[in-house]
């Protein structure tokens, strides 16, 4: 029995409408199979030589190993963090670009009256992959044996001694305005562009102490030519234990602490975030990464995605409070 003129057409009409859809369906595997190869770029904010540079090359040969695929550290320095993070902001949304963000992340939305991306619109949260406290470190040739010493020999000698910062608005410039205003001691500030210029203004003695991790400032104090004064967390660090916090040279309750997550573009599929928190929580909990990481000072989070986005948040709010009760100015 021959079909109807009408049946055959509806069925060629369903096997193209089939074939269609399965051209459609295989596209996206297409397209992950040939991005699977491409390069993941790691978007470090500031100059090589501090804390996020430091992590991201430790992390980074851990997760080129769990990618099968290269991954470069890409270091974009320039205008407080704004530079990499916007060209994060408008990178495809492929995985492939990620922002190794530090706590100026959350910080700039409150020193900078107008950013070229919207720091709670423009990304998606991938880990808050660690945290740490700062080391105040001062040069060799700085009065005082711990933080409480200095501030006395500081508060004698009103704007004798300056701090470096990584930057106007910076995590490390804050902490140090909030010492100065519990203390009273008059400090001058010295903004630079990252952790490795801190450093080595603090070196050369151009600047009296900088407040970095313990990563960027251990080869120096293990040197003998950077002083540990005191360090910002809630405890003393087991590679420092004879180093005071802050809130024990007379600051009771002050914690602080720089942090350091991992951003997509806001437009990066779900499936594609999970498989990046995936491997970044696979490669910070892998045992040589982790342990590495712990002897640099740095406390590993490998938190989810929505965690790191709610942190930058929260972030945001302490220190815009701080901020207007000080009134701060953070702009040039």
Known sequence: MTSSPSRSSRRRALQAGALAFAGLAGAPLAFAQAASDATLKL?????????????????????????????????????????????????????????????????????????PYDTF??????????????????????????????LDAAKAAPNKFNYASTGLGSMNHLVAEDIKKRSGAELLHVPYSGGGPAV?????????????????????????????????????????????TVAESGFPGFEAYSWIGIFAPAATPAGTLKQLTDVFQAALHDPEVHQRLTAAGFEVMAT????????????????????????????D
Request: proline share 8%; hydrophobic share 45%.
């Open 200 to 244: 080595q203004a603090v070196l050369s003695e151009v600047s009296s102490l900088t407040l970095l991790s313990y990563a960027a400032l251990r080869g120096q104090i293990a040197a003998g030519k950077i002083k540990p004064l005191a360090v910002t967390g809630a405890r003393r660090l087991p590679e420092l234990p004879d180093v005071p």
């Open 43 to 115: 978007i470090i904010t500031f100059p090589p030589g501090g804390s996020t540079d430091i992590a991201a090359r430790i992390i980074q040969p851990k997760l080129a190993e769990r990618l099968g695929r290269p991954v470069v550290v890409d270091n974009k320095p320039g205008a407080a963090s704004q530079l990499a993070t916007q060209y994060v902001a408008r990178s495809a949304p492929d995985g492939n670009t990620v922002l190794v963000g530090f706590d100026t992340h959350a910080i700039n939305p409150v020193a900078k009256s107008k950013l």
């Open 304 to 331: 989810d995605g929505p965690t790191v986005d709610r942190y930058t948040r929260e972030q945001y709010e302490r220190w815009r409070a701080f901020v207007q009760a000080a009134n701060l100015k953070l702009e």
């Open 121 to 150: 619109k423009d990304f998606a949260g991938v880990t808050l992959a660690l945290r740490f406290p700062l080391v105040i470190g001062a040069a060799a040739s700085v009065p005082g044996k711990d933080l409480r010493a200095f």
